[in-house]
RNA sequence: GGCCCCGUCGUCUAGUGGUCCAGGACAUCUGGUUCUCAUCCAGAAAAUCGAGGGUUCAAAUCCCUCCGGGGUCACCA
């Protein structure tokens, strides 16, 4: 029988970093035996619901390619189905009405346990323990409590992976299963992403919407990648996957089974990494909705070879590239000599055509100071590219300009 | 507080009784390449394996207690 999991995401906003997370572990776990992975939408909240987060959810999965089959199940669509399984519970004496909701009967002095296939053990509780759960609300809306028992099975869903925060209701699940004459599938919980403040990453605290860092500049691939790497890593000790790796090398006995702090600096690591990996079309092409200031489209093509290996994020573009724009102004005690300026007016040609180095060795100077004079003189900043190929991208014309001032500006001090 | 989960370098992790005085990656630091920065390459520092007890010839790996972190106790998921 092949293995069948799902995705079930509740529209009530952007997609959180952590379901893209559990998406993908899903996802992996289905695909790596050829099985169906599907998707489910938890709306039966409509406190809560969001108007268009069901679409932003498609958006998103297949942004990261992580293509689901079948069609959709949409929750609120299947009242009729919950509202008969409430029915057959209190037929059955496994529930009861209560002030217009139906609540799940708790059966005394039993132990209630299942095998975690992530955690890798049994779990068990004493029923005494577990709460009287709402199954059916009074507005005829099923809680989660209901809803997944009889979604996973309708669904033919062969394995839940859903992260820890969901295991205390757990045991809840397994009576509904079995009140329902249900087969339990297997059920595993990954660890939850921690904010690193402390506590779980939660929207409040900051950035963990995956439209947010797509918004900053991180690549889909790069996004997966270090996502996939929190709380989950195979024997071997690689740490760059695609898509197609990660399923073809994923294995259940990967997962950690403590929880991790999110810390994003190795995103941005992977990140610089993903986009040194384009080619300079692909980059030129990826960066142009991040581009702010006024390069036109020619300059952004001539620049990105100048910048790749600077570029962590594709939003750090206008400012790697600023000076471009912008005639920058020469900082305050600025080591930029006149003489070498002069001398680079003179030899324009020669800096554009690359062919400077040996004259400016035979003036006795130093190659480093001299471009550094350049450097500051054109483009106001220590920190640049190949001062020559800036030049060459700016034009002969536009140097000129920025070589008179820079003299200009150096006399009046 | 009750119940439940977890505990290896700052961070993500490998490790399932001996080959671990614990390996990799990111971050950090140093050196090399380079017209600066960045990239790239090389190297260093960094974990008494949460603590304390056991079991064993032998424990990061098994057991117990404690401590710490996290989750959950909604007609939200």
Redesign the pocket.
């Known amino acids: 029988m092949s293995i069948r999991t799902r995705f079930?995401?509740?529209p009530?906003g952007s997609m959180h970093i952590g379901s893209l997370r559990t998406a993908a572990y899903a996802y992996a776990l289905a695909k790596h035996s050829g099985g169906q992975f599907l998707l489910r939408i938890?709306d039966?909240?409509q406190?809560?619901e969001v108007k268009g987060a069901t679409q932003k959810i498609y958006d998103v999965l297949q942004k990261f390619d992580l293509g689901w089959d079948e069609k959709p199940v949409v929750q609120s669509q299947r009242l009729k189905i919950y509202q008969d399984a409430a029915q057959r519970l209190i037929q059955s004496g496994h529930a009861v009405s209560?002030?217009?909701?139906i609540r799940l009967k708790i059966p005394p002095r039993e132990t209630i346990s299942f095998h975690d296939f992530v955690?890798d053990?049994d779990?068990?509780?004493?029923s005494d323990?577990i709460?009287p759960?709402?199954l059916l609300?009074?507005?005829g809306?099923?809680?989660?409590?209901l809803?997944m028992p009889v979604d996973d099975h309708d669904m033919g869903i062969t394995h839940v992976i859903r992260t820890?925060?969901?295991?205390?209701?757990t045991p809840i699940h397994i009576l509904v299963f079995k009140y329902l004459n249900y087969e339990l599938p297997q059920i595993g919980?990954p660890?939850?992403i921690?904010d690193p403040a402390?506590?779980?990453l939660s929207k409040r605290k900051g950035n963990v919407s995956v439209e947010q860092f797509l918004a900053r500049g991180y690549l889909p691939e790069a996004l997966l990648n270090f996502v996939i790497?929190?709380?989950?890593?195979?024997?071997?000790?690689r740490?760059l996957f695609t898509l197609e790796q990660f399923v073809s090398t994923f294995d259940i006995?990967?997962?950690?089974?403590?929880?991790?702090?999110f810390?994003t600096?190795?995103l941005?690591?992977f990140n610089?990494?993903y986009i040194?990996q384009k080619s300079d079309t692909e980059l030129t092409h990826l960066v142009k909705p991040y581009v702010k200031n006024k390069l036109s489209s020619t300059q952004i093509t001539q620049v990105i070879p100048l910048i790749k290996?600077?570029l962590i994020k594709l939003s750090d573009f206008d400012q790697l590239t600023q000076f471009f724009v912008s005639r920058p102004a020469i900082p305050p005690n600025a080591s930029v000599s006149p003489t070498h300026l002069k001398f680079a007016i003179v030899n324009i040609d020669a800096i554009l055509n690359n062919e400077i180095?040996d004259k400016i060795k035979s003036q006795g100077w130093k190659?480093?100071d001299f471009?550094?004079s350049?450097?500051i003189a054109v483009c106001g900043s220590?920190?640049?590219?190949?001062?020559?190929?800036t030049m060459l991208v700016l034009g002969k014309e536009e140097s000129l300009k920025r070589l008179n001032s820079a003299i200009g500006k150096l006399k009046i001090d």
């Open positions: 079930a995401p509740s009530t938890e039966t909240d406190k809560r209560d002030q217009g909701a955690l053990h779990v068990s509780w004493k323990d709460p759960a709402v609300k009074s507005d809306f099923p809680t989660y409590h809803a820890v925060e969901w295991l205390p209701s919980h660890s939850a921690l402390g506590g779980k790497l929190l709380g989950w890593a195979p024997k071997d000790n740490e006995k990967g997962f950690q089974k403590s929880n991790p702090i810390n600096q190795k941005d690591w610089g990494h040194r290996d600077r180095v190659v480093g471009f550094m350049l450097r220590k920190f640049t590219p190949p001062i020559t190929e």
